[in-house]
């Protein structure tokens, strides 16, 4: 007897993919109660950073004395770390009930002539839920997929984040910068205000006219916040922060590389934006101090060094590279790699190719997204870099180790499954909490 079936009933909506419109989950969290509606929300998008973000945002209004709810997606290891309150992921048992609850709602949809929710959907619906129930003050919420379309676009969030544009997802969300910024935009809400770290011109324009036709304020990580970088090691990077209302010194993060500065950035300005006296200079600096978000270069052994990070697209992978030419400059680094199937695979290579002397290619087990193996090999022929081919991931992991001298490092990346995949090789129960 299935002891779980109404996980396992979310399980099999997988086979219904993504849908577009708005129309089922609105209904079905209107039958629930709008559930969205009983705690003030900030809302996350973005090309790369939102869940870096999103955890520097929960983690800053945790620290103010709040109970937070955070949902970010894609997991790294298993669907629980999706729905997060105070940083513990939900129980098995409360998701089998609380889906329970989902499931009874689903069934009157057909009757309405609704479609069945996705995959995505249910589990926004069973988050939102889960938040009311545990009666979270704050939902820090990351959008699965570009944002006016996006399954998390219903929620009256206080303040939105947009934390950078590049090129992804065309299909879905437009062949432009510019359109996906448009798109991206969409969670922006009626006289509240977007913050920023985006810098292109094209794509400043469009968050200008959306904020504007809004009635909502734009800031601008770079201009009404300005973060000074200052001391950095393999633990944690120090930079100080300008904003309107003065400027606040000697801020620590776990998270390395410059792109995560600029990530910590929104979220300073995104919580005080809340205009909370609780959310204090203390509480903002114990919050970046304390944030917890693994799989982004973060370090799980020392001799060989062993990094793991997403880096799931071209963007990232440039970012990751001149993170490690700054930490790690001088070192031997082998690079473990599988990447999604509808990623350029060739700048991602390219980009890893510069810090790399030998790429191990490898298979992800989500099948249904990881590139080939003959993908990865043709790119990493381009570049003139020594590589072998080793599947499965752990075994990728275990010929790495045979090859790496204690003095090297051994980097893991390319794709979020694939950290997600690997970090389980030195913590075979982890989830994004620990």
Not at 214 to 220: F, G, V, W
Not at 417 to 424: H, I, K, N, P, T
Request: proline share 4%; charged share 25%.
């Amino acid at each position: 007897m299935d002891e779980m079936p109404n996980v396992t009933w979310w399980e099999e909506t997988k086979k219904l993919g993504s849908k577009p419109g708005l129309e089922s989950i609105e209904t079905l969290l209107r039958l629930l109660g709008s559930p969205q509606d009983e705690y003030k929300s900030i809302h996350i998008t973005g090309t790369n950073g939102k869940g870096s973000t999103s955890a520097i945002a929960a983690s800053i209004l945790r620290e103010s004395g709040y109970r937070v709810g955070l949902f970010t997606s894609p997991h790294l290891s298993r669907w629980a770390e999706s729905v997060n309150v105070d940083g513990k992921d939900i129980p098995v048992e409360e998701m089998e009930a609380i889906l329970g609850t989902v499931r009874l709602k689903v069934d009157e949809l057909e009757g309405l002539g609704v479609r069945h929710p996705t995959h995505f959907e249910v589990l926004v619906a069973a988050c939102f839920l889960h938040f009311m129930e545990r009666q979270v003050d704050y939902a820090v919420i990351e959008v699965g997929m570009g944002g006016r379309d996006d399954a998390t676009n219903v929620i009256p969030s206080s303040v939105s984040v947009l934390t950078n544009v590049s090129l992804e997802h065309t299909a879905w969300l437009g062949g432009t910068v510019e359109e996906i910024a448009r798109v991206k935009s969409g969670i922006v809400r009626e006289g509240t205000a977007i913050v920023t770290a985006a810098a292109q011109p094209e794509v400043i324009n469009v968050i200008e006219t959306i904020a504007a036709e809004k009635n909502s304020e734009l800031i601008r990580v770079g201009r009404a916040y300005v973060p000074i970088p200052s001391m950095i090691d393999l633990g944690s990077q120090g930079f100080h922060l300008v904003t309107p209302k003065g400027q606040i010194n000697d801020l620590r993060i776990p998270l390395l590389g410059t792109h995560q500065v600029l990530n910590a950035s929104c979220a300073v300005a995104a919580v005080r934006y809340l205009d909370d006296p609780k959310i204090n200079e203390e509480a903002i600096r114990e919050g970046l101090k304390k944030v917890v978000w693994p799989g982004r270069f973060e370090i799980v052994a020392w001799k060989p060094l062993v990094i793991l990070d997403g880096a799931k697209d071209a963007r990232a992978a440039e970012r990751l590279k001149e993170t490690i030419k700054t930490f790690l400059p001088g070192l031997d680094v082998f690079t473990i790699i599988a990447v999604s199937s509808d990623k350029d695979i060739e700048s991602m290579v390219r980009s890893l190719a510069d810090v790399t002397g030998r790429f191990i290619i490898t298979e992800h087990r989500v099948k249904a997204r990881t590139a080939t193996i003959e993908q990865i090999e043709e790119a990493v022929q381009k570049t003139g870099v020594p590589y072998e081919i080793v599947v499965p991931v752990h075994s990728a992991i275990e010929s790495a180790k045979e090859m790496a001298l204690e003095s090297d490092a051994i980097l893991i990346a390319g794709s979020v499954f694939l950290v997600g995949e690997a970090r389980e090789y030195w913590y075979p129960h982890s989830s994004r909490s620990g």
